[in-house]
C-alpha cells in the first residue's frame, strides 16, 4: 500500500472500529467527531479531496494518533498534495520529510480481512448469479451496513484480492487459508466466533431445508486428534469443490467441530 494512502487508512480504521460497536453508526455522526464537515468527510474518502493543513491538524486530534502515527498521517496528506500538483500547499506540508511506508497499514486491513465474516462472502459473492458490484446491494444482501460494504471492498481491493474492472468486482484468488494451521490468533478466534453466531442465527431463523446441522458425541482417542484435522481439512475440500459444480446462485458457510467436552 502507497503511502499517499496512509491517512484514508487510519480514517476508514476508525470509522470501522466504531460500526463494530454501533451498527447504526453514520458518516455524517464521524463527521462530526472528527470535526469537518461531511461533505468534506465524504471527498475525501472518496479521493476527490485532499485535506488542508489545518483540517489534518483537526482529524488528527479527533483520531488520537500515536506521535509516529500522526507523523505517517501529515507526510501522507502531504505526498499526495504533491503528487496532484497543488498550487495551494501549506509550507509546513512542503517541510515535512517523508518517514516512509509504516508497516502497520497491511496488517491492520489483514486482521479485519481474516476477522469479519462478511469479507470472505463478498469475495465468494462475485461468483453468484446476478451479483451486483453494488456496495448497497451488497449491504442488503448481506445485512450488514452499506459503510460496512463500502470499507470492506476497498479493504479486499487493497490487499489484492478484489479488482474492480469497469465497475465490475472479481475475486483475483481461488481458495486460501491461514498461514499455520497449528496456531491461532485472536483475528481467527474472532472470525470463529462470527461463523457460530451465524450457525446459531440461521437455527432459528431458517427453514430445515436450507440448512443442516449434525454432531456426535464419542469417546476418542486423543493421539488420532492431528490426523483426524487432516481428515476433516480433506473433506472440506471435496465438499467445496462439489458444491461449486453448477450454477451458483448463493453464498454458504460451512464449518465442522471437534472439541472435547472434559475440562482439565
Not at 511506508?101 to 469475495?123: G, K, M, N, Q
Request: net charge positive; with cysteine.
Amino acid at each position: 500500500m502507497n503511502a499517499d494512502t496512509y491517512y484514508k487508512t487510519a480514517i476508514k480504521e476508525e470509522l470501522s472500529k466504531r460500526i463494530e460497536n454501533n451498527s447504526s453508526y453514520s458518516l455524517r455522526a464521524f463527521a462530526k467527531a472528527l470535526g469537518i464537515e461531511a461533505s468534506a468527510l465524504s471527498e475525501i474518502l472518496s479521493n476527490k479531496r485532499v485535506p488542508s493543513y489545518k483540517m489534518a491538524q483537526t482529524i488528527i486530534r479527533s483520531l488520537r494518533l500515536s506521535p509516529t502515527d500522526e507523523e505517517h498521517f501529515l507526510a501522507s496528506v502531504a505526498q499526495t498534495q504533491r503528487s496532484r500538483g497543488l498550487k495551494k500547499m501549506s509550507k509546513k506540508f512542503r517541510e515535512l520529510k517523508d518517514p516512509g511506508t509504516p508497516a502497520r497499514e497491511l496488517s491492520a486491513d489483514l486482521f479485519r480481512v481474516i476477522s469479519d465474516w462478511y469479507h470472505y462472502a463478498i469475495l465468494e459473492f462475485t461468483f453468484v448469479k446476478g451479483f451486483r458490484s453494488s456496495p448497497q446491494w451488497i449491504a442488503k444482501e448481506l445485512g450488514i451496513t452499506v459503510v460496512e460494504a463500502k470499507l470492506a471492498i476497498e479493504r479486499l481491493k487493497s490487499l489484492g484480492l478484489l479488482t474492480d474492472e469497469n465497475g465490475k468486482l472479481s475475486k483475483t484468488v481461488g481458495h486460501f487459508v491461514t498461514g499455520d494451521r497449528h496456531l491461532t490468533t485472536p483475528a481467527l478466534k474472532r472470525r470463529q466466533k462470527q461463523i457460530l453466531e451465524k450457525a446459531l442465527y440461521s437455527l432459528e431463523n431458517d427453514p430445515i431445508e436450507r440448512r443442516n446441522m449434525s454432531a456426535m458425541t464419542m469417546a476418542v482417542d486423543p493421539k488420532k486428534i492431528p490426523q483426524a484435522k487432516k481428515m476433516i481439512d480433506d473433506f472440506l475440500n471435496k465438499l467445496c469443490s462439489f458444491l461449486e459444480e453448477g450454477e451458483q446462485k448463493e453464498v454458504y458457510e460451512f464449518g465442522t467441530f471437534l472439541v472435547p467436552l472434559q475440562k482439565k
